[in-house]
Nanobody, 116 residues
Framework: QVHLVESGGGLVQPGGSLRLSCAAS????????MNWYRQAPGKERELVAT???????NYADSVKGRFTISKDNAKNTVYLQMDGLKPEDTAVYYC??????????WGQGTQVTVSS
């Protein structure tokens, strides 16, 4: 199983920015897909952003134009750049990987709080 460690969360004012990182224990080009999910209390976990091994990306409508997913293969790390943050972005953000088309791994999550 791939070990994933998220970092970069914290408290930020509305309109501010954060960059989340997800460090993987395996060579990132051995992983088919990396995702960022988020979950707020009392809500279902939702898919925020996706990046494939060949750098194709996709975003939830709620974050499109504000968030950017990227990866650094040399560092085995995936990033989520979050700009123009809103209070409704407050959640625990989780990194997920899919390897060999069937092996799913999850990180422990990092808290993002957007509040004045």
């Amino acid at each position: 199983q791939v070990h994933l460690v998220e970092s970069g969360g914290g408290l930020v004012q509305p309109g501010g920015s954060l960059r989340l990182s997800c460090a993987a224990s395996e060579l990132i080009f051995s992983i088919n897909v990396m995702n960022w999910y988020r979950q707020a209390p009392g809500k279902e976990r939702e898919l925020v952003a996706t990046i494939t091994n060949d750098d194709r990306t996709n975003y939830a409508d709620s974050v499109k134009g504000r968030f950017t997913i990227s990866k650094d293969n040399a560092k085995n790390t995936v990033y989520l750049q979050m700009d123009g943050l809103k209070p409704e972005d407050t959640a625990v953000y989780y990194c997920r990987s899919l390897r060999w088309g069937r092996e799913v791994s999850w990180g422990q999550g990092t808290q993002v709080t957007v509040s004045s």
